[in-house]
Nanobody
């Protein structure tokens, strides 16, 4: 079973940037890796995904053009570069992996990292 550990969250002003990291241990990433987020008082939602090879990326509409997902298989790490952050991006961000469609959660989750964007 792969263990996922997220890092890189924090407090940033609107318009700022953060880079989240998701490091895998126990097993290497062999499937798509996804980022989900859960805003305060709302359900968890899909944000972005990268295919196993890294050749395919997928984004929810609200982050297209602002967020970039990438993976470094040599480091067993996936990144989410978040630019032009908005207050509505405030959420706990979770890393996820496992087989299946890019925007459908697999079985393995990290513990989450908090992102807060102030206006």
């Amino acid at each position: 079973q792969v263990q996922l550990v997220e890092s890189g969250g924090g407090l940033v002003q609107a318009g700022g940037s953060l880079r989240l990291s998701c490091a895998a241990s126990g097993r290497t990433f062999s499937s798509s890796v996804r980022w989900f987020r859960q805003p305060p008082g709302k359900e968890r939602e899909f944000v972005a995904a990268v295919s196993a090879s890294g050749g395919g990326t997928y984004y929810t509409d609200s982050v297209k053009g602002r967020f970039t997902i990438s993976r470094d298989n040599a480091k067993n790490t996936v990144y989410l570069q978040m630019n032009s952050l908005k207050p509505e991006d405030t959420a706990v961000y979770y890393c996820n992996t496992g087989p299946g469609l890019p925007n459908v959660a697999g079985p393995a989750w990290g513990q989450g990292t908090q992102v807060a964007v102030s206006s």
